[in-house]
């Protein structure tokens, strides 16, 4: 019985790291409101499927949208912002994850998306010392650019990668 207890108090503090970073993830870039440009907004009219279970919808944080893994913590979110001065990709890589300790770069590539060219990116790193690894989708269309987001425990990352795989193939931009 202890082992269990153990298990599921060891599940939910994963839980709440795994959260946690993608609060971090989608709330990276930072804005700040200059005099002659307007504050960055959120983009209208996205269109997706849902991770089907076992993930559900969860209080987003800055993000768009979010959700759970009731079974390993993993997350999958999506992040918008729209303005004139929208960084390039590599940049808004970069500073999505410069909170990550030891932020490696495992695998980028090109990635097709809504006919836009984005930069899909691998991460590995720590998060308050436990392992992750962050698939990363960034792209852009319009004024606007998207992260589109799935956060694991390295051991857990292939289990539901799936999931993510389905929800950005289902992904529209306006």
Not at 123 to 131: A, K, R
Request: proline residues 6%; hydrophobic residues 35%; charged residues 20%.
């Amino acid at each position: 019985m202890r082992g269990i207890a153990t298990m599921i108090d060891k599940f939910y503090k994963y839980k709440t790291l795994i959260v946690s970073l993608t609060f971090v993830l989608t709330t990276g870039c930072v804005s700040v409101k200059l005099p002659s440009t307007p504050a960055p907004t959120k983009s209208k009219n996205v269109n997706y499927s849902r991770p089907s279970s076992p993930f559900s919808a969860s209080n987003p944080k800055g993000a768009d949208a979010l959700w759970v893994s009731k079974n390993t913590a993993s997350t999958i979110s999506f992040f918008s912002s729209c303005s004139e001065n929208e960084p390039p990709l590599e940049s808004a890589r970069a500073s999505a994850f410069a909170s990550i300790e030891g932020a490696d770069v495992t695998k980028e590539k090109p990635y097709s998306i809504n006919d836009r060219q984005g930069l899909m990116s691998d991460i590995q790193g720590n998060l308050e010392g436990v392992p992750v690894k962050i698939r990363f989708l960034v792209f852009k269309k319009g004024e606007c650019s998207y992260h589109l987001t799935y956060v694991a425990l390295q051991e857990n990352f292939e289990k539901e990668i799936e999931h993510y795989n389905k929800f950005i193939k289902s992904f529209k931009a306006p």
